[in-house]
């Protein structure tokens, strides 16, 4: 018996790669939450280890480019799809390129606008649908994996401040440089997607982040039915993935628990049990005068009330505002890994 616990135990520690087949049966179900950089970020590192990516996207968005294809062909915004469905394409940095290219001013009408949101804006009108402009879209890009609306409900994110100050607009919510205490939806009832529901309920692991806490994160689980499917998923594990930095507007001098508290008081319920926490801090980078001011979140802890901390170096040295995707990618699998062998 001792004999085969100490085989079992060399045979895993070979690997080096959570890709390392001995590791896994089959492609590891992920549902991905969140939206903006951090979600496509974090998915473009993901497809090298499963096929079964569900990436489920906040679509509040209200400003720039999505602001106003928003408005104009009445649909939902797609800034936040559009660069997932990059992230998860079958050459990343070509189509995220393409598709983040914005026409500059001199334009007319396509000013300012990425040339992502005119594609889904223009499939969207083609087939009548949002819906079938994506699928269509997952078809051309040979996507790993699938984007997910939270919601197909046309919804509008509104914040209240510590002064007791409201605003309405995504857009604007970051910009009045006040503590924010609360977001909510104007609308008052929103139905979840119902793919993205069963994405989350048939997950092996459901991660969380990173992104913009009250403005990417927080806005998918607004929505009952999406925060239902993650805490009802007891077989899958979940994480949360703190960003590596606090973010001027949102959450300045915010430490681990209080990005926690944030989520618990807005989703109103216990929804993961790990939390990946970068431990490298960067006090200087040569790209200071492009990426701002750099503010490195850490925690010391190991377990913080019910939650196992899991400290890892996912950052990116060269912009430290950011994760590695690479490294992000690798520690969430290994996390998977290490949690399924036990």
């Known amino acids: ?39 496509s970020n974090l998915l473009s590192g993901l497809k090298k280890y499963s096929k079964s990516i569900s990436a489920i996207v906040a679509v509040s968005d209200s400003g720039r480019s999505s602001g106003v294809i928003r408005k104009v ?4 915004p797609p800034g936040d799809i559009r660069k997932c469905l990059a992230a998860l394409s079958d050459d990343w940095q070509e189509f995220s390129d393409l598709f983040e290219f914005r026409f500059p001013k001199g334009s007319g009408f396509l000013t300012d606008h990425a040339l992502g949101n005119i594609w889904i804006a223009a499939l969207s009108k083609k087939y009548n649908s949002f819906e079938k402009a994506i699928k269509s879209l997952h078809r051309m890009l040979n996507a790993v994996g699938v984007v997910y609306p939270s919601t ?4 509008q994110i509104a914040a209240r401040y510590s002064d007791g100050s409201k605003i309405v607009g995504e857009d604007k919510i970051p910009y009045q440089y006040k503590q924010i205490k609360k977001v909510f939806f104007t609308k008052r009832k929103v139905a979840p997607y119902r793919p993205a529901v069963k994405a989350i309920s048939e997950a092996d692991i459901i991660i969380i982040g990173p992104g913009s806490l009250f403005t990417s994160i927080i806005p998918n689980l607004l929505i009952p039915g999406i925060v239902k499917a993650i805490k009802n998923n007891k077989k899958a594990i979940r994480v949360f993935v703190v960003n590596i930095s606090t973010e001027r507007g949102e959450t300045e001098n915010f430490s681990v628990p209080e ?3 944030a989520i618990e008081e807005h989703a109103k319920e216990k929804i993961f049990d790990y939390i990946l926490v970068n431990n490298k801090i960067v006090r200087r980078s040569k790209k200071v005068a492009e990426i701002g001011e750099i503010n490195n979140i850490t925690f010391d802890l190991d377990k913080f009330s019910d939650y196992r901390i899991v400290k890892k170096d996912v950052i990116d040295r060269k912009f430290p505002l950011y994760h590695d995707r690479e490294k992000l990618a690798k520690e969430l699998i290994l996390l998977y890994n290490e949690v399924r062998r036990k």
């Open 259 to 261: 990005h926690i508290k």
């Open 1 to 39: 018996m001792n004999l085969s616990k100490n085989f079992k135990k060399w045979w895993y520690s070979l690997a080096f790669d959570p890709a390392d087949p001995r590791y896994g049966r089959g492609d590891i179900k992920i549902a991905a939450i969140g939206g903006g950089t951090g979600l």
């Open 73 to 76: 062909f009445k649909i939902l």
């Open 152 to 155: 197909l409900d046309d919804v």
